[in-house]
């Protein structure tokens, strides 16, 4: 299958070699990858802030930098949940309407293509340890993705795979919420870091750059023992047996 791999600016700037990762995963599960070096962003920042316009401009941008009749491959629930449901309330009725739809029923978020369209959920990945699955807000709620990342880490050689206490609450990134409420955002973070620690878990795996950065932040500023990695980094690992 042919895919275009989107690469949120979040990634393409703090972690790029997530993208590499993304791109690797997908050709070893068959997929022919094109990646259009002029993309940039979809918009969520400006649009989760009110700026609206802003986001239009970017998102228009966006509809512009990918083919309507391409799937489109995304690292990032939080960017693909911002085009399928909010790129609604920018493009209705207007003159990018129809691409805008073609664009929001071929962008998925990587675990869920791979586990739903492609059904492919081994790649001989190992990582040695426990870990515990952060349902990113986008992850969950955007984008319904519960099963697929799980299904996926069940597949890794050497992860023990842990059930994580408050799983599906947020782990206080939130974008600018981090920015507007610092305190509040940081015992959020406390909260799942000390709950992935009451299972000894190794790692936290998540589908979202900007959670791990945010969970990362305070395991380092706290110098605690455990270890963030994006599903795409944890798919790309080991590979010893394929």
Same mark, same amino acid.
């Given at each position: 299958? @042919?895919?275009?791999?989107?690469?949120?600016? !979040?990634? =393409?700037?703090? !972690?790029?070699?997530?993208?590499?990762?993304?791109?690797?995963? &997908?050709?070893?599960?068959?997929?022919?990858?094109?990646?259009?070096?002029?993309?940039?962003?979809?918009?969520?920042?400006?649009?989760?802030?009110?700026?609206?316009?802003? /986001?239009?401009?970017?998102?228009?941008?966006? &509809?512009?930098?990918?083919?309507? =009749?391409?799937?489109?491959?995304?690292?990032?629930?939080?960017?693909?949940?911002?085009?399928?449901? *909010? *790129?609604? =309330?920018?493009?209705?009725? +207007?003159?990018?309407?129809?691409?805008?739809?073609?664009?929001?029923?071929?962008?998925?978020?990587?675990?869920?293509?791979?586990?739903?369209?492609?059904?492919? =959920?081994?790649?001989?990945?190992?990582?040695?340890?426990?870990?515990?699955?952060?349902?990113?807000?986008?992850?969950?709620?955007?984008? #319904?993705?519960?099963?697929?990342?799980?299904?996926?880490?069940?597949?890794?050689?050497?992860?023990?795979? &842990?059930?994580?206490?408050?799983?599906?609450?947020?782990?206080? !990134?939130?974008? +600018?919420?981090?920015?507007? !409420?610092?305190?509040?955002?940081? /015992?959020?973070?406390?909260?799942?870091?000390?709950?992935? &620690?009451?299972?000894?878990?190794?790692?936290?795996?998540?589908?979202?750059?900007?959670?791990?950065? #945010?969970?990362?932040? *305070?395991?380092? @500023?706290?110098?605690?023992?455990?270890?963030?990695? #994006?599903?795409?980094?944890?798919?790309?690992?080991?590979?010893?047996?394929?």
């Amino acid at each position: 299958m @042919k895919v275009e791999l989107f690469v949120p600016c !979040f990634i =393409d700037q703090l !972690f790029p070699e997530t993208a590499f990762n993304t791109m690797k995963v &997908l050709r070893k599960a068959g997929c022919e990858v094109s990646y259009n070096p002029e993309q940039t962003c979809c918009g969520q920042p400006a649009f989760n802030a009110g700026f609206w316009d802003d /986001a239009k401009t970017v998102g228009s941008k966006f &509809l512009n930098d990918f083919s309507e =009749d391409s799937v489109i491959i995304a690292p990032s629930a939080s960017c693909t949940g911002m085009v399928k449901n *909010y *790129y609604n =309330d920018l493009f209705t009725n +207007t003159a990018q309407h129809n691409k805008c739809r073609a664009i929001q029923g071929n962008i998925y978020e990587l675990s869920d293509f791979l586990v739903n369209i492609l059904q492919v =959920d081994y790649f001989g990945a190992e990582l040695d340890g426990r870990a515990v699955y952060h349902d990113s807000c986008s992850g969950l709620r955007e984008c #319904h993705i519960k099963a697929e990342p799980r299904q996926l880490l069940s597949k890794v050689l050497g992860l023990e795979l &842990l059930d994580l206490k408050d799983g599906e609450t947020c782990c206080g !990134f939130g974008g +600018t919420f981090a920015v507007k !409420f610092d305190a509040i955002s940081t /015992a959020m973070a406390q909260q799942k870091v000390d709950n992935a &620690l009451a299972v000894e878990a190794d790692y936290i795996i998540s589908t979202d750059a900007s959670c791990l950065m #945010h969970l990362q932040s *305070y395991i380092d @500023k706290n110098m605690i023992p455990i270890k963030t990695y #994006h599903i795409a980094d944890v798919l790309a690992m080991g590979w010893g047996n394929v």
